[in-house]
């Protein structure tokens, strides 16, 4: 299994610009995140998808857009890149089952590094 | 609401300490699970435990071992014979059942000198 696969590992957006990180999963789990983490700084929620089709914002998501089509891949959307998204962006995935109440650790991908100038 | 505190911003210990990560949290669920995770000087996010909240009992990995006591809110993280490959920012997460997210700590940042 390859895990969770981030592309690209780095990217330099000038302001003004857009552009999609993708994120791709092959352990089949039903739970995908996105995070933002500013240099020295903790992990802060963007958006999360608890199914294919199903998207929810977390703590920080002006600015971004999600989609979730299919189980695997959940790509993040930056319109109007501004230097406040300047950050290192990391996609996970976890298997839940609320029904259960069960909630396992979730699995990261390297992250992407994007400076916007 | 702050849901999970790891109040020390920055340890540094002399190689071979013992050194041990605090990590308090808050919920009103009865369910729910924690966390801890590594993260090097290279950035990955490396997994090293998942706790439920009906499981009180320490666990020990080599040179790891984790407290967890529900009366104070406690889940902390000791490394016992501290080397230097142990310095990175370690987090603390919580995740109740009744929610879909993982709340993480602000880290703790390890710094292990030879």
């Known amino acids: 299994n390859a895990g969770v696969t981030q592309t690209p590992k780095f990217r330099i957006l000038k302001i003004g610009q857009s552009m999609t990180l993708q994120c791709t999963q092959d352990m089949n789990h039903n739970y995908m995140y996105w995070y933002r983490q500013d240099p020295g700084m903790g992990l802060k929620l963007i958006y999360y998808?608890?199914?294919?089709?199903?998207?929810d914002k977390g703590e920080v998501p002006n600015g971004y857009n999600v989609s979730r089509s299919t189980t695997e891949d959940f790509p993040l959307r930056l319109e109007l890149a501004a230097p406040s998204q300047t950050s290192v962006y990391f996609c996970a995935s976890s298997y839940r089952d609320r029904g259960l109440q069960l909630s396992y650790e979730q699995y990261f991908g390297p992250g992407t590094r994007l400076t916007v100038t | 609401a702050q849901k999970v505190t790891q109040a020390q911003t920055e340890i540094s210990v002399v190689e071979k300490e013992d050194v041990t990560l605090d990590c308090v949290y808050e919920t009103r669920d009865t369910t729910y699970y924690l966390f801890w995770y590594k993260q090097p000087p290279s950035g990955e996010l490396v997994f090293l435990i998942r706790r439920n909240s009906f499981d009180e009992q320490n666990e020990i990995s080599g040179r790891y071992s984790w407290n967890f006591q529900k009366s104070t809110s406690s889940f902390n993280f000791t490394i016992t014979a501290s080397q230097v490959v142990d310095s990175a920012v370690y987090f603390c997460?919580?995740?109740?059942?009744?929610?879909?997210?993982?709340?993480f700590g602000a880290g703790t940042r390890l710094t292990v000198k030879p």
């Open positions: 997460a919580l995740s109740e059942a009744i929610l879909d997210d993982m709340r």
């Open positions: 998808s608890v199914g294919a089709g199903i998207t």
